[in-house]
Nanobody
Framework: QVQLVESGGGLVQPGGSLRLSCAAP????????MGWYRQVPGKVRELVAT???????NTADSVKGRFTISRDNAKNTVYLHMNSLKPEDTAVYYC??????????WGKGTLVTVSS
């Protein structure tokens, strides 16, 4: 069973910042595109950002300029740096490791709440 371990969620005021982390097994991390997705109850899970094993990134328009994804290959960890947070960013954030349809793994999620 592949485990992705997320951390860093919590309560933050509008305009604040948070950094999410996700650690993955090295055998998976090094060959996978890593990503962050988010989901609000009653809505479809949506892409936030992805980063390939070579470092190419893709970021959703809704967070572009505010969120940055990065990866530390030495630590087998992917990060989501979130700045200028808005109440509409409130969601459960999920880490994903994707290599193929047969190698696609999810974390359990970490809750981010943006509220004053």
């Amino acid at each position: 069973q592949v485990q992705l371990v997320e951390s860093g969620g919590g309560l933050v005021q509008p305009g604040g910042s948070l950094r999410l982390s996700c650690a993955a097994p090295g055998s998976i991390f090094t060959i996978s595109t890593m990503g962050w997705y988010r989901q609000v109850p009653g809505k479809v899970r949506e892409l936030v950002a992805t980063i390939t094993s070579s470092g190419s990134t893709n970021t959703a328009d809704s967070v572009k300029g505010r969120f940055t994804i990065s990866r530390d290959n030495a630590k087998n960890t992917v990060y989501l740096h979130m700045n200028s947070l808005k109440p509409e960013d409130t969601a459960v954030y999920y880490c994903n490791a994707h290599r193929s349809e047969f190698m696609d793994y999810w974390g359990k999620g970490t809750l981010v709440t943006v509220s004053s």
